[in-house]
């Protein structure tokens, strides 16, 4: 059954049928997203059923999927992030990635492979699979945990040097093939610089403007058009440059990373990156040569269990040589030691200049998937052993000692920068997120960094750190979108608070319904303030004006719980009653009443009457 001449639309069903298919079978018995779209393509492919055979086609769409990544991951790369974690960014990931590649690369060449091949097999195969690693931390809830931190510093150098390795393998192809006489490469070395300088210049100087201007216009699909169009306008700019598309895409990902637009452009990414990504690995599962595994079965077994031990045992040794207990160094060792996603880039491109043969290509490629297949089994084995044998050091009490206030304000209106200097001023950790440009402008010229973004999206949201916020805090005008925002956090981050700024009592309800953990009507208080100043004005002591304030507070309170159970009208015998005020003792008059006028004294009479007769 082929489908690469017919039409787009039964291709595009299968691919969608073979990931819905597969990938939540996997996730469910603990392998990872990853390994299903591997095995979902190698199904569809040449090698299995044979229902998709244009696997070229479908890899190069795939490829975008690793520029998608490369985007995300430099948008991720703030300068003040890589500074807080340069020790085991460039010290420990540095360390582990030479070693590792030393060791794997000296196997691969004693086994046969060329100095070339060997050395970028090495490499590949010293990456880790981060996607894999993290699924892993995040289920035992220990990406926070001393090794999860450093075992996320070296995910995140592994990341960085991937485009440094991109941009090397075609220089040392042309050195390699002599394809280049010296004044040409020269020429292709000044074209390559040049094109960086380029990218550098206009995410400078360019970028900025363009989304501001782009961002007034309220279009958010042009938004989403702008930031495709700069991601692979890049790439293809690094391309025609001689380097890879990787490169240009990591660069503009760089460069936006301080931008006031960073968490907008990585929401309006995240859908296109992980659809294409999960392309990517189904064609590289297409691509894996089924009779090459079903020929070499036992020996790629073999040598994926012996590349994780020996991967482990260098890991883990590096840790340990750096400081990391002997626990923690075990964990590292196994939860790096499968390859990465970045091996089925590096190995196709080794093979097209030339380092490696088509069945060496073949078999490292099959050996990576075997490795992402048997890891996480092993991490979930290990840990049990681990958990068994060393209970008294996996029970050690944690230190909160260093932990610290995390908040997102949504909003830089008049309310929201009062919220945002209270926090600032305390040197809480701040995020703050608006949509209006003019507002980010201002921000800037007073020292805040206020990011754009749309605070009514889940994935805005997510990109900007709700999941790991402890306070939440909705200080827009907008009243329809603040109760919007509290049950989309309250149902996707239930652990996180949520304050909001209410416009009246109607919408306060609307915020109590919704879950909020604290509301405050942006009048309310500064109204109360005005109202006991003006007591004071009038003669009311400060004790007396107080109790006023704290009786008119009492009620309202007491009121708006009335008109959760009843209704907006409920509780109105609470709005214009008088304070009660304290009885005082009787005392007899020192005057007798006398009466004004004839009419009351004939009602007196009257009175007095009744009562001797009755």
Known sequence: MEHSNA?????????????????????????????????????????????????????????????????????????????????????????????????????????GLSVMGAALTGIALALSATAIALQVLGERGELQAPYGQRSFAVLLFQDMSVVPILALIPLFAVEATHAASEGGGWTRTGIMI?????????????????????????????????????????????????????????????????????????????????????????????????????????????????????????????????????????????????????????????LSYGFLQGEQAGFVKALAAFTMLFGPLIAAGSERLLTRFAPAELTREEDYSDAHGKALVIGFGRFGQVVSQVLRTADIETTIIDKDVEMIDVAARFGAKVYFGDGGRLDVLRAAGAGEARVICVAIDDRATAVKIVEMVKAEFPLTEVYSRAYDRQHVLALLSAGVDFHMRETYESALAFGRSTLEALGVDNVEAEEIIEDVRDRDARRIVAQQQGGIYAGMDLVNSKRLMKPEPLERPDTVGVTLNKEAIDAAEEAKEDEETG
């Open 7 to 111: 039409s787009f639309l039964p291709s595009l069903l299968l691919f969608l049928g073979a990931a819905v298919v597969a990938v939540p079978i996997f996730k469910r018995i603990g392998f990872g997203a990853i390994l299903g779209y591997l095995i979902a393509g190698l199904a569809i492919g040449p090698s299995g059923f044979a229902l998709f055979t244009d696997t070229v086609t479908i890899q190069h769409i795939g490829e975008i999927g690793i520029v998608l990544l490369l985007f995300v991951i430099g948008l991720e790369l703030q300068l003040s992030r890589l500074l807080a974690m340069r020790k085991d960014i460039f010290g420990l990931g540095g360390l582990q990635l030479v070693v590792c590649a030393l060791v794997i690369g000296g196997i691969a060449h004693a086994l």
């Open 194 to 350: 040049g094109s960086i300088a380029v990218v550098v210049l206009a995410g400078r100087y360019l970028l900025n403007p363009l989304f501001r201007i782009l961002a007034t216009t309220d279009a958010r699909e042009v938004m989403t058009a702008a930031a495709l169009l700069l991601v692979l306008g890049t790439a293809l700019l690094m391309q025609w440059a001689g380097m890879s598309m990787a490169l240009g895409a990591f660069l503009a990902g760089v460069l936006l990373a301080e931008s006031n637009f960073r968490h907008e452009l990585e929401a309006d990414i995240e859908p296109f990156r992980g659809l294409l990504l999960g392309l990517f690995f189904m064609s590289v599962g297409m691509d894996i040569n089924g009779a090459l595994v079903l020929q070499h079965w036992l020996a790629l077994v073999v040598a994926a269990l012996g590349l994780i031990l020996v991967k482990s045992v260098s890991v883990a040794a590096v840790f340990r040589l750096t400081g990391s207990t002997k626990l923690d160094a075990i964990r590292s060792g196994i939860l790096l030691s499968p390859a990465g996603e970045f091996a089925f880039v590096l190995i196709p491109l080794g």
